[in-house]
């Protein structure tokens, strides 16, 4: 029989205070109703009284110790039979069958038929998919790729949308009713495209970026090589993450001594991690030799937008047959604007790699933390700004916005992390003078970071900010099967930096120079000179 530790008797002795850790539940509780919603932890909610074990990699928060948080259980690649009905709509919507896959606001037949047979598909049950964690995710992934083909087969008339967009119910009940168990809102994230979508050859043995990496994807939207490539990247990166995060948690681990051993070996680690970094950032760069960028920015992309792509004047997405209360509405989710019936759209950004735990938090804002990322400001700020004022919004809402995309468990993870007691740079800091070999070191890590960050915008300018001035070859403007008079149309555009948003909803050229130059900001020694820049 277990005993109330928290209550006075004889043998018990005196009594636990509230909120002591021995009389907290376990790390993180039912998943709350709306993934933006902040979740808990007992180190969080005990005010300090409670052991921080964030150098534990823990199945509480799904991340695993060899595979970090690429699922370490094989990906479904096809629902059971009750679900036959949405994956055979998938099915037809890429084109697995005998005709091609549908195109992109392409207003045909084809998808007109489509489209009209999932306004006509019964709402199916989603008990039975309570029963698996792998059912739930696949079960996420396969309707919120329906709810994009949905989306972007509908002509749009006029342009940008003035109402929301209805999302029939066969799609809208069911995905509303499974993403709080995961803690996503209702819409293709990181997670469904890389951490629910690779695979890796061997079934049976364990996923190895050495011997066992992840080489291929279940789904896509276009059927390109480019596509599943851009996928197996990121999921290649996660792997490699899942080494980096093993130093962090190594690291963390000293700090809580931070003897002298401690401090020479935390000094060893951060060498380490500058290492694990930069062999990220070769992966990444990888993307050049394997994605097309042509047919990154006009064939793939444009797939990903979510109800906020039009920017502030979004009129959102309208779920249908559900109310206002469900998963997702928060205030900053709806659009002004509701269909006919009353139904207001909601607001939510397509994926992102910033939504990514492993890519936005443990190798990079865990470095520089000093505070709280999921307070008011986000975690990359360097030690000179003050935790309360945050004197760049754009990334403090970008970081808090991509939180709200991760897997419950993954964002709870952060929190977690974020209580750490002994943050990573007040400590170098303090030792910064007696303790040199330390301080360089973590310079080192910063250096390494800021090495990836320049490499990433490389990759930015190739696939987003040049293609988007650039006319599509003729090859592509087939695929998108553009009429002569939209090529005549089609002449070079101008394009303003300043106007780009990236699919995360962030005016991307502003969002990933502040990431960069914070991370030189952030090294304790003397930052090195500007970079690469956005042009
Ligand atoms: C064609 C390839 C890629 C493009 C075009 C691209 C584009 C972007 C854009 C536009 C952003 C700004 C945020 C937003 O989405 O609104 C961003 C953020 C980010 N991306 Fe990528 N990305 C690519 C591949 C990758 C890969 C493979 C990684 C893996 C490490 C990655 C890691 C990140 C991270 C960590 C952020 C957050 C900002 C930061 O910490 O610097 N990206 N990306």
């Known amino acids: 029989m277990s005993r109330d530790l928290t209550q006075t008797s004889p043998e018990a002795g005196p009594s636990i205070p509230s909120g002591h850790f021995l009389s907290l539940s376990p790390s993180y509780a039912s998943p709350s109703s709306s993934p933006s919603v902040l979740p808990s932890t007992s180190s969080h909610l005990s005010g300090g009284l409670a052991p921080n074990v964030a150098s534990l990699a823990s199945a509480d928060f799904e991340v695993d110790v060899r595979t970090g948080f690429l699922p370490a259980t094989r990906n479904l690649t096809r629902l059971p039979l009750e679900w036959e009905l949405w994956e055979s709509a998938l099915d037809a919507a890429r084109g697995t069958g005998e005709n091609g896959q549908l195109r992109l606001q392409g207003g045909g037949e084809r998808e007109k038929l489509w489209r009209a047979g999932i306004e006509t598909m019964g709402v199916l049950d989603t008990v039975g998919l309570r029963s698996s964690i792998r059912l739930l995710r696949r079960a996420h992934l396969v ?162 937008r979510g109800g906020d792509s039009d920017g502030p004047q979004s009129a959102g997405w309208a779920f249908l047959g559900v109310d206002d209360d469900a998963a997702g509405t928060q205030a900053e989710n709806l659009a002004d604007r509701a269909t006919a019936d009353g139904v207001r759209g909601r607001l939510f950004s397509g994926p992102s790699a910033g939504q990514s735990i492993c890519h936005s938090y443990p190798p990079s804002h865990s470095i520089t933390l000093n505070h709280n990322p999921v307070s008011t400001n986000a975690g990359i700020a360097p030690a000179a700004e003050t935790p309360t004022a945050p004197s760049r919004p754009n990334e403090a809402t970008f970081v808090q916005r991509m939180l709200q995309y991760m897997p419950l468990a993954h964002r709870t993870f952060l929190l977690h992390l974020s209580t750490h007691p002994t943050p990573l740079r007040p400590l170098v800091e303090h030792y910064a003078r007696t303790h040199p070999k330390l301080a360089e070191a973590y310079d080192g890590a910063l250096e390494a970071l800021k090495r990836f960050r320049e490499k990433h915008m490389r990759i930015v300018s190739l696939y987003i900010v040049q293609q988007a001035r650039r006319r599509p070859s003729e090859r592509v403007r087939q695929i998108l099967g553009h009429s002569e008079a939209d090529d005549n149309e089609a002449e070079e555009v101008k394009i303003e930096l300043g106007e780009m948003r990236g699919t995360g909803g962030s005016p991307l050229f502003k969002f990933l120079k502040r990431c960069r130059d914070n991370t030189t900001k952030a090294m304790i020694g003397r930052p090195a000179g500007p970079g690469f820049d956005l042009s």
């Open 143 to 304: 309707l919120t790729f329906l709810l994009h083909f949905y989306v972007h087969t509908t002509p749009v008339e006029p342009t940008p949308r003035t109402t929301p967009l209805p999302i029939p119910e066969s799609i809208s009940v069911p995905l509303l009713a499974i993403s709080p168990l995961l803690g996503l809102p209702p819409i293709v994230t990181y997670s469904d495209t890389v951490l629910y979508n690779f695979l890796a050859p061997n079934p049976s043995a364990e996923l190895s970026l050495a011997t066992n990496p992840p080489t291929h994807v279940i789904t896509t939207f276009t059927g390109t090589k480019s596509e599943e490539q851009f996928y197996v990247i990121s999921a290649l990166c996660e792997i490699a993450g899942a080494e980096a995060l093993k130093l962090m948690r190594q690291s963390l681990d000293e700090l809580f001594v931070a003897d002298e051993k401690a401090l020479k070996r935390l000094a060893h680690y951060l060498r380490k991690l500058a290492v694990q970094i930069d062999r990220i950032s070769d992966i990444t760069m990888s993307l050049m030799k394997s994605v097309d960028p042509e047919e990154f920015y006009h064939l793939i992309r444009p797939w990903f």
